[in-house]
């Protein structure tokens, strides 16, 4: 198994995410690390608490908070209309659950964590930087000896879905994500390029959720109604990230500089490497995996 860290702003796709990498072997995950992104802290922390209490994995992640606003800007909220008020769907009828503890913070928690596992862990970002570049700020020799940092960002020769150039999480805290990829961290990019090519119905979802009914299929029915209902279809974003933290044969890869431009965009630079880039995704296998191992088997 691969020891791995998660960090996320639980949000909608990340609820699915999160509940990919508890039904893959491959994967320990040791810790949630949270942050504001598609919503405040305060609800992507409550909702990733809500996601272990649902999911009950066999290992329950240590949760630890992290970055309530961008390094350096304030917060922006222009995922509402994707993830709801509540950052999971506006969907009623969650546990009550008690939000994680005030220490240790989430750069503390990163750090602990990379020193202990080096090369064996796997990082997996699904939210804006802020917390990897605060870790970094401790410790980044941990940071680099990290195995993979594998992050759902970036929109390298598409347009961004924040501006023209701007992906939402690039967007949200540039200024981070500058900092990531300037730090000599081993950088599995997994930009709107892929993740757009992943992309589900609600029919689709309803057949996968049918064949493992129990509570976990009906909070996922749950919290991505008014994704359905609003749009007729999500893309994978954040699943794409924890399918190649799986399995990295699910895309094929280029090697490039990207840099990071103060209004969030993500292209390609001239320069030494600093990432690959997931351009081509084998979706068919990866929509198999992602639907396959979303709800146990025995929920
Ligand atoms: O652009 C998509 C990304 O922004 C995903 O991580 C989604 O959860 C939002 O955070
Ligand atoms: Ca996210």
């Known amino acids: 198994m691969i020891p791995t860290v998660i960090d996320t702003d639980p949000g909608i796709d990340d609820a699915l995410a999160l509940l990919l990498a508890w039904g893959s072997p491959e994967l320990d995950v040791l810790a949630l690390t949270v942050v504001a992104g598609n919503a405040p802290l305060a609800d992507t922390a409550r909702n990733a608490a809500?996601?272990?209490a649902v999911r009950r994995p066999a290992r329950p992640p240590q949760v630890a908070l992290g970055a309530a606003a961008p390094l350096r800007r304030a917060l922006v909220r222009t995922a509402a209309d994707e993830h709801g008020g509540d950052g999971l769907g506006d969907a009623v009828?969650?546990?009550?659950?008690?939000?994680?503890?005030?220490?240790?913070?989430?750069?503390?928690?990163?750090?602990?964590?990379?020193?202990?596992?080096?090369?064996?862990?796997?990082?997996?970002?699904l939210g804006p930087l802020t917390n990897l570049a605060l870790a970094l700020r401790l410790d980044a020799d941990a940071l680099r000896s990290v195995g993979r940092m594998v992050w759902m960002?970036?929109?390298?020769?598409?347009?961004?879905?924040?501006?023209?150039?701007?992906?939402?999480?690039?967007?949200?805290?540039?200024?981070?994500?500058?900092?990531?990829?300037?730090?000599?961290?081993?950088?599995?990019l997994v930009p709107l390029d892929a993740t757009r090519q992943t992309r589900i119905d609600g029919g689709q979802l309803d057949a996968a959720l049918a064949r493992r009914p129990g509570p976990v299929a009906a909070r996922i029915a749950a919290?991505?109604?008014?994704?359905?209902?609003t749009w007729g279809y999500m893309n994978l974003h954040d699943p794409l990230a924890v399918g190649l933290a799986v399995d990295e044969?699910?895309?094929?890869?280029?090697?490039?500089?990207?840099?990071?431009?103060?209004?969030?965009?993500?292209?390609?630079?001239?320069?030494?490497?600093?990432c690959r880039v997931a351009k081509v995704i084998d979706v068919e296998r990866f929509v198999a995996l992602f639907f396959d191992r979303l709800c146990p088997a025995s929920s």
């Open 50 to 52: 809500r996601l272990v």
């Open 93 to 125: 009828g969650w546990p009550p659950v008690t939000g994680p503890p005030a220490s240790p913070s989430a750069a503390e928690t990163l750090v602990a964590l990379a020193r202990a596992h080096r090369e064996r862990l796997t990082l997996i970002a």
């Open 153 to 188: 960002g970036g929109a390298v020769d598409v347009p961004g879905n924040v501006t023209a150039d701007a992906e939402f999480n690039a967007y949200v805290d540039p200024e981070a994500a500058g900092e990531v990829f300037e730090a000599g961290l081993r950088v599995d």
């Open 223 to 229: 919290f991505t109604e008014q994704t359905f209902r």
């Open 249 to 274: 044969s699910l895309a094929r890869w280029e090697t490039a500089r990207i840099s990071v431009g103060e209004g969030g965009h993500t292209r390609r630079a001239d320069g030494e490497p600093n």
